[in-house]
């Protein structure tokens, strides 16, 4: 069946690089994503990556994909304190998403 | 960019009643609307995919007769959660797509029900 996995917290010091790693189980998932979500708020999209790619860098944003292993991970350079939230990865299908647990990330003076 | 809007952000109402929550795509026609429950520090689980014009395709374990979805024109799209119960208390999550894109979903602000 479809699943996302991701851990659950991650404590990282402002200017040091945040890795937040996933891992899915459909290997027909067409996009995967990263979202972004701040306390009591919506989704935000923070980038995405195809299926038949390995890599796509957007300013701070590196995400790699290994779909061998089927392990996605998103990388943040210089994280900042107003980068705290929740980070969601999802595997997306004709448009229906299915999502991760969220990793918490707490960014520290 | 493309803009979803929720209303209202917030509700309160009383064990038995009905609420309804509304999903407006404010500058882009929306083909295709999805409603997501996220409970408290946790993931956003899909209740059902909605297409204008069409009946809502309900994902497995959610009753229809319960949350009433209709997406009756290309910006608009409300779920009604009929004799709401404590349990029912969530965040409610839409978002909406184009056909023209097809990988990305605009998310709305949410809005939080809460039953007593």
């Known amino acids: 069946g479809e699943d996302v996995e991701q851990s659950l917290f991650l404590s990282v010091r402002e200017g040091d690089s945040s890795v937040i790693n996933c891992t899915y189980t459909?290997?027909?998932?067409?996009?995967l994503y990263w979202y972004k979500q701040e306390p009591g708020a919506g989704l935000q999209l923070l980038t995405y990556?195809?299926?038949?790619?390995d890599m796509k860098q957007d300013q701070r944003l590196t995400v790699l994909l290994n779909k061998k292993d089927k392990h996605l991970s998103l990388r943040i350079a210089d994280t900042q304190t107003g980068d705290s939230a929740i980070y969601f990865c999802?595997?997306?299908?004709?448009?229906?998403?299915?999502f991760g647990q969220g990793t918490e990330l707490s960014v520290k003076p | 960019g493309a803009v979803v809007s929720q209303h209202p952000s917030w509700v309160i109402c009383k064990s038995g009643t009905s609420v309804k929550i509304e999903c407006r795509s404010l500058?882009?026609?929306?083909?295709?609307m999805f409603w997501y429950r996220q409970f408290p520090k946790q993931s956003l689980m899909l209740m059902a995919t909605?297409?204008?014009?069409?009946?809502?395709?309900?994902e497995q374990g959610v009753e229809k007769d319960k949350f009433l979805i209709n997406h009756a024109s290309l910006t608009l799209s409300t779920l009604t959660v009929t004799s709401a119960h404590p349990e029912d208390s969530s965040f409610y999550i839409c978002?909406?797509?184009?056909?023209?894109?097809?990988?990305?979903?605009?998310f709305g602000p949410g809005t939080r029900l809460t039953v007593t």
């Open positions: 978002s909406a797509k184009t056909s023209g894109v097809t990988y990305e979903q605009y």
């Open positions: 459909d290997s027909s998932s067409t996009y």
């Open positions: 990556i195809f299926s038949n790619m």
């Open positions: 999802a595997e997306g299908q004709g448009g229906k998403l299915i």
């Open positions: 500058d882009f026609q929306a083909t295709t």
């Open positions: 909605s297409n204008e014009g069409s009946k809502a395709t309900y």
